[in-house]
T-cell receptor, first 114, second 112 residues
């Protein structure tokens, strides 16, 4: 089966600019996650979707981050305006169900804010 | 508030020997544990998992041990190979539709 697709792979922006990331999960996977991985740390959940509904966005900095999953398939994550501390790898993952099924991760988007 | 802890940032092992990666957790609600492996510029890939009803799960060279009373799990790789060099993340989930919580990772280097 095709994996989780993410684009772009790399992005460099200046602080206060906006940026968007795209994710296409594995076909049939109802659950989609966005994680942020800062260098030297483990992935940290930003938002979880079940089909096109938000299940958990408690750790999403909603003043600057937004995410949507239209039609329950593709998803976009946006940052506006970006801060230096947003420099990280943004990982998209999908799964058939909840955590016990394990996730399939995409390769991630490495964001550098200068 | 780090619920999943990997206290060793790095580990170096000779090829052919055993690699032991450790993970501790604080949330007693966690009942399913997974290990992921990550190569540079790639996303983490699932390696092995264990349910809290078991204390051991084996898959080829990889074995995960769970000690619920100590809230501790470990991943054993025997024998270690240079291709095992990667960052290993421990992750945990409580029952229900709750996302995985990850540790900070341990970088394993297997030296030929």
């Amino acid at each position: 089966e095709a994996g989780v697709a993410q684009s772009p792979r790399y992005k460099i922006i200046e602080k206060r600019q906006s940026v968007a990331f795209w994710c296409n999960p594995i076909s049939g996977h109802a659950t989609l996650y966005w994680y942020q991985q800062i260098l030297g740390q483990g992935p940290k959940l930003l938002i979880q979707f079940q089909n096109n509904g938000v299940v958990d966005d408690s750790q999403l900095p909603k003043d600057r981050f937004s995410a949507e999953r239209l039609k329950g398939v593709d998803s976009t994550l946006k940052i506006q305006p970006a801060k230096l501390e947003d420099s990280a790898v943004y990982l998209c993952a999908s799964s058939r169900g909840a955590g016990r099924y394990g996730y399939t991760f995409g390769s991630g988007t490495r964001l550098t804010v200068v | 508030d780090q619920q999943v802890k990997q206290n060793s940032p790095s580990l170096s092992v000779q090829e052919g020997r055993i690699s032991i990666l450790n993970c501790d957790y604080t949330n007693s609600m966690f009942d399913y544990f997974l290990w992921y492996k990550k190569y540079p510029a790639e996303g983490p890939t699932f390696l092995i998992s264990i349910s809290s009803i078991k204390d051991k799960n084996e898959d080829g060279r990889f074995t995960v041990f769970l000690n619920k009373s100590a809230k501790h799990l470990s991943l054993h790789i025997v024998p270690s190979q240079p291709g095992d060099s990667a960052v290993y993340f421990c992750a945990a989930s409580p029952s229900g539709n709750t996302p995985l919580v990850f540790g900070k990772g341990t970088r394993l280097s297997v030296i030929a």
